[in-house]
């Protein structure tokens, strides 16, 4: 097995139970809050600090600070530890006084963020998102420290902690989700019980990721903050990096700030739909950039063009063998695959199909959000973030100005929200074709014929598919109109194992996936000498 096909299959089957729990979780949410107003605040709440970690901490910080660390520790384990303490006491250093701030005004905040008219001062939702946001808030803080920590062991090619810390993540919050449906009088709402089930789970995988520092005996130590060169550096590599390696957070909180103009609850539909959307884009984008980011960054230190476009073109077949067939899916079986995982409780059919609408545009965009994924990373590899900037800059105005135009005739319909869902995917399509037009004008290393060869029958084998699950939608229609959820759920997997399978038998068929490469990718692989500390 090769050194990126391992650090893939750690990060994307350890993100695979993540997102596991992670159903489970929204499957409960569903249940107990549908998309009532208390459902809506709670996702307003969860995305203001998500969204600044995943563009900070887990963007610019991870792009900026592993390719930086991962040099280093070539050259000076000791320097490169220095550099991580110094990093890590200015994060805390700036963060505290912000979350702080944050808290304080987030009655004059949440009006600017949400100016809608559902969101409004006075309103039911307006009281709960900020008294949510309170408590969210300093999830920012212990989310960001331990994204910092998950660099310094990427950096080390220690994967698996820092891609198992989500998994901590929705064990918390379904625990205090539990107690919230078992013991009512516990906390206000069950989404109050949600929102300090985040924060708790920020201070456990703080504990998380120490201990596996320890074990490699990189442990952190608080120093007191100064400038260094390395850390201009950083901040040099990081601040365009904030906004260019983080479009699609950034297209999901402006679609959140646009859904706050529609009616009462197209933030909750927006949302179940894009938990089922970011399944393959967490899955295969967040593990290509964090397996694929180290190797890329010592390839292009030393020059290897040919182990570089063998890094990318791999990384593009494993995430398109995915995304294709799943995109699919998604597009042709939305309808019921939101009325099994979702339809019960106090989420109705009538939200089901309305979350399902906005699932169906969302899917035509999963290939470009991976894919985009990968290239992006060949420009942080290169600590080209400048460029990265510029891309994102426009494909975000893009989604905006489409979301705006697309909501206004869809609105009297009551399905404005799925502009701003076919307007985030349409980004995404813009944002690969500008990002691959840069690699091949600034020469940087390509896809090999092999990758665009594999690709091909892969898109053959996935319209075979597609036709099959066409097939079975339709004559499965009255089932999911039903309410017999066990019968539900045992179709819905039937219909998706029997696509899987002529998808898979296809790409073994054509030639797009062979026996030698699954035989490959379960072999052990030897320790790497060139790493200065021991794997995981």
Not at 63 to 79: H, N
Not at 169 to 188: C, G, H, R, S, Y
Not at 479 to 502: E, H, M, S, V, Y
Request: aromatic fraction near 10%; charged fraction near 15%; include cysteine.
């Amino acid at each position: 097995m090769s050194k990126i096909t391992r650090a893939f299959a750690t990060v994307s089957s350890l993100t695979i139970l993540s997102r596991i729990l992670g159903f489970a979780r929204e499957v409960l949410t569903a249940q107990l809050l549908g998309a009532s107003a208390v459902a809506d605040a709670f996702f307003v709440a969860l995305r203001l600090p998500n969204f600044l970690r995943q563009v900070f901490a887990e963007g610019a910080l991870s792009v900026a600070f592993v390719p930086i660390m991962s040099q280093m520790l070539t050259e000076d384990k000791t320097r490169a530890k220095a550099f991580a303490e110094t990093t890590l006491s200015w994060l805390i250093t700036i963060l505290i006084p912000f979350c702080a701030l944050m808290m304080i005004f987030m009655p004059q905040i949440i009006p600017v963020l949400l100016p809608g008219e559902t969101f409004a001062p006075g309103t039911e939702r307006f009281a709960l998102s900020v008294d949510m946001a309170r408590i969210t808030y300093p999830f920012l803080l212990f989310i960001s420290v331990v994204a910092l920590m998950g660099g310094v062991l990427n950096s080390l090619h220690k994967f698996a902690p820092f891609a198992a810390a989500p998994c901590i993540f929705n064990v918390v919050i379904t625990i205090f989700l539990l107690l919230a449906w078992a013991e009512p009088d516990w906390f206000k709402t069950a989404g109050h019980a949600m929102a300090y089930g985040l924060t708790a789970s920020g201070i456990v995988q703080i504990l998380w990721m120490i201990w596996f520092l320890r074990r490699a005996d990189f442990h952190l130590r608080l120093r007191l903050p100064h400038m260094t060169p390395e850390m201009k550096r950083l901040l040099i590599i990081m601040l365009p990096a904030a906004f260019s390696g983080s479009v699609t957070q950034i297209n999901l909180l402006l679609g959140q700030t646009i859904a706050s103009f529609l009616p009462g609850g197209s933030v909750s539909y927006l949302y179940y739909a894009e938990r089922l959307n970011q399944l393959p884009i967490g899955i295969l984008g967040v593990a290509a950039g964090t397996a694929l980011l180290p190797l890329l960054a010592r390839a292009v230190k030393q020059n290897d063009v040919a182990q570089s476009t063998h890094y990318l073109s791999r990384t593009i077949e494993f995430c398109l063998f995915l995304a294709l067939p799943t995109a699919l899916a998604f597009l042709i079986l939305a309808d019921p695959i939101q009325i099994t995982l979702f339809q019960r409780g106090e989420f109705t059919m009538a939200d089901a199909h309305l979350s399902a609408m906005a699932l169906m545009a969302m899917a035509l965009g999963i290939p470009a959000f991976v894919v985009g994924k990968s290239f992006i990373t060949v420009l942080f590899a290169h600590q080209d973030t400048k460029t990265a900037l510029k891309i994102s800059l426009i494909t975000t105005a893009f989604s905006t100005s489409l979301a705006f135009l697309l909501i206004w005739p869809l609105r009297p319909l009551g399905v404005g929200h799925v502009g701003i869902a076919l307007a985030t995917s349409s980004a995404g399509w813009l944002n690969v074709y500008l990002l691959g037009r840069t690699l091949r004008q600034k020469e940087k290393f390509w896809i090999d014929d092999n990758c665009k060869r594999n690709v091909g029958r892969m898109l053959m084998s996935a319209g075979a598919m597609a036709i099959v699950l066409l097939v079975f939608q339709q004559i499965t229609t009255q089932i999911f109109a039903g309410d017999r959820q066990f019968l539900r759920l045992i179709t819905l997997g039937g219909i998706c194992a029997i696509g899987g399978g002529i998808y898979i038998g296809l790409c073994f068929k054509l030639g797009a996936l062979r026996w030698q490469d699954v035989k490959t990718f379960l072999k052990p692989v030897p320790k790497d000498p060139s790493i200065p500390i021991g794997e995981a």
